[in-house]
């Protein structure tokens, strides 16, 4: 979750989008994700993956859709699974170069999802007190 000091100066934390954490089999994660714009993660079973102007979550920054070729590694936790994603090149297609820190290769990880029958990956975009969006992929197959 993410998580946001408020004008206050109180710790609030971000709510992720509807439904409850699921730990997916390697699989399931390889599959073509989608996000809201129309973005694509595509996971493949070998550890690799193809993205096309997909979000990501890098930094503070908000509105981030990274295009490129990278690896990618599932975590779990006894509820939950995760997916790291990696970059292969240094400044992805969608780089912001006037965002120093997105020199990263590495956005936050996204966390699964599963609300009835839709599975979902989801991180949290942006600075979390100004409300922005989560960055939330969909499978097809779901």
């Known amino acids: 979750m993410a998580l946001a000091l408020t004008a206050c100066g109180r710790l609030t934390v971000m709510p992720p989008p509807e439904g409850e954490p699921v730990v997916l089999k390697p699989a399931e994660l390889a599959s073509t994700w989608t996000d809201a714009d129309g973005g694509t993660l595509t996971l493949k079973q070998d550890g690799t993956f193809i993205a096309d102007k997909v979000c990501v979550a890098v930094s503070w920054y908000d509105s981030l859709a990274w295009s490129g ?3 990618w590694e599932q975590g779990s936790n006894t509820k939950q699974s995760f997916l ?22 590495e956005p936050a990880s996204y966390a699964a999802l599963r609300r009835g ?3 979902k990956l989801w991180v949290a975009v942006g600075d979390p007190d100004n409300d922005y969006p989560n960055c939330v992929l969909t499978s097809p197959a779901s």
């Open 117 to 119: 029958k839709v599975l």
């Open 69 to 71: 070729t990278g690896t």
């Open 84 to 105: 790291a994603v990696t970059f292969d090149d240094a400044q992805p297609v969608g780089f912001d170069a006037a965002h120093p820190t997105t020199v990263e290769r």
